[in-house]
């Protein structure tokens, strides 16, 4: 299996708290992207890295921030979540040449 | 503004015939194009690829076709079996904008019916 792990990979939390995502690889790849999935709406970008401090809006980023102070970890955070981040949210990784990604398992993220 | 269509969510097919997955795109600047396989609470996986420059790509089961001028592609997955029951999406990228984004379509939700 590729090395990359989420965590965690269940949540619950409470409207208005911060709730942090981690995003871990031991690949060494350079691009690592967060996305979520919901019915109807498919994958959608957030937030992506293109390496350490380097980082960049996606299409559904408000609500959102993330950081990248080593290779291997990326971090997404929820500055207060709410309802409508009730989602599973992917971590992905890739490298330049082929463009493809590898996908962690995902975090089921319910926000009540 | 959806740039990667997937317009039907869901197909049923019959075990050990053909299925046919449609994707369509509307942003010209996308040049390289993948299929993922989902299963349920597990993350995609890589299925398959094609550059622009190519109009097809085999890779046992599954071949990707590419009409650059239909801005259309479609994923023919022969025979069909029931493990391929799955959700599948098409995803584009445009490799010239460096940082290799995928934009995904909806999903089509495959049963392959034994």
């Known amino acids: 299996d590729a090395g990359i792990t989420q965590s965690p990979r269940h949540k619950v939390t409470e409207t208005g708290t911060p709730v942090t995502l981690r995003c871990h690889q031991t690949e060494n790849h350079r691009y690592m992207y967060w996305y979520r999935q919901d019915p109807g709406h498919g994958l959608r970008l957030i937030h992506y890295?293109?390496?350490?401090?380097?980082?960049d809006k996606g299409e559904v980023s408000d609500g959102y921030s993330v950081s990248r102070s080593k290779t291997e970890d990326f971090l997404l955070t929820l500055e207060s979540a709410t309802s409508s981040q009730t989602s599973v949210y992917f971590c992905?990784?890739?490298?330049?040449?082929?463009?493809?990604?590898?996908f962690g398992s995902g975090t089921r993220l319910t926000v009540v | 503004d959806q740039q990667v269509k997937q317009n039907s969510p869901s197909l049923s097919v019959q075990e050990g015939r053909i299925s046919i997955l449609n994707c369509d795109y509307t942003n010209s600047m996308f040049d390289y194009f993948l299929w993922y396989k989902k299963y349920p609470a597990e993350g995609p996986t890589f299925l398959i690829s094609?550059?622009?420059?190519?109009d097809k790509n085999e890779d046992g089961r599954f071949t990707v076709f590419l009409n650059k001028s239909a801005k259309h592609l479609s994923l023919h997955i022969v025979p069909s079996q029931p493990g391929d029951s799955a959700v599948y999406f098409c995803?584009?990228?445009?490799?010239?904008?460096?940082?290799?984004?995928?934009?995904f379509g909806k999903g089509t939700k495959l049963s392959v019916i034994p």
């Open positions: 995803a584009a990228t445009s490799t010239g904008a460096g940082s290799y984004q995928l934009t």
């Open positions: 992905a990784i890739s490298e330049m040449q082929t463009g493809g990604y590898t």
């Open positions: 094609i550059s622009s420059i190519k």
């Open positions: 890295s293109y390496g350490v401090k380097d980082t």
